[in-house]
């Protein structure tokens, strides 16, 4: 955790230099529709690219979910939307204001993500606990399920995992693939953090 912090830091100096661009992507899926991001945050960039991190304790429901906009014009917006447990509760969205000196430090951490291949996880190696794992399962059943997702035009991948930091030991199956899911996911999240 600390070299990622350090390494946030070191970021911005370096992506000074650097236009920002929006890096290509290898996404996972493709849908017959532009991502339902750019309507629900009236967004007039459709090709914009929207990530989302959200951390779930009960099933279905993420109380909360945080998402970064990166805009090709090099701007950077950030969105909440909190969602209610109570099925008639309406979802409340909120955008939070990014300082433009951060912006830097934003582009450098999804650029960095994409040049080290970061983003290239195996979803089947996420949901991969191994025999090893059976003997936690009654005392895991309170944790929490990490959700990353990246949209784009009609592109985007999402990778879910429970309690991914539990099994980053090298003894279970899918170590690697949960190591970047945090990876990814805790460096962004540190962005998110004023």
């Known amino acids: 955790m600390k070299n990622l912090l350090l390494l946030l830091n070191i970021i911005p100096i370096l992506a000074f230099s650097q236009a920002p661009e929006i890096p290509k992507i290898d996404f996972k899926?493709?849908?017959?529709?532009?991502?339902?991001?750019?309507?629900?945050?009236?967004?007039?960039?459709?090709?914009?690219?929207v990530v989302r991190l959200?951390?779930?304790?009960?099933?279905?429901?993420?109380?909360?979910?945080?998402?970064?906009?990166?805009?090709?014009?090099?701007?950077?917006?950030?969105?909440?939307i909190n969602e209610s447990a109570q099925p008639m509760a309406s979802t409340k969205i909120k955008r939070i204001r990014v300082k433009k000196k951060k912006y830097s430090a934003?582009?450098?951490?999804?650029?960095?993500?994409?040049?080290?291949?970061?983003?290239?996880i195996d979803q089947s190696q996420l949901a991969t606990l191994g025999e090893k794992a059976n003997s936690w399962k009654n005392a895991i059943s309170g944790g929490q399920t990490y959700t990353f997702g990246l949209y784009q035009?009609?592109?985007?991948t999402e990778y879910k995992s429970f309690l991914p930091s539990m099994f980053t030991d090298e003894e279970y199956p899918g170590f690697?693939?949960?190591?970047?899911?945090?990876?990814?996911?805790?460096?962004?999240?540190?962005?998110?953090?004023?």
């Open 106 to 120: 934003y582009w450098a951490f999804l650029n960095l993500c994409v040049s080290e291949g970061k983003f290239n």
């Open 54 to 80: 959200a951390y779930s304790i009960l099933p279905h429901i993420e109380p909360e979910s945080n998402y970064i906009v990166y805009f090709k014009n090099g701007k950077v917006r950030r969105y909440r």
């Open 176 to 194: 690697e693939d949960k190591r970047k899911l945090i990876y990814v996911m805790e460096g962004f999240k540190t962005l998110t953090e004023d």
């Open 29 to 49: 899926t493709n849908a017959e529709e532009v991502n339902r991001y750019v309507d629900l945050f009236g967004l007039k960039d459709a090709e914009a690219l």
């Open 153 to 156: 035009g009609e592109n985007y």
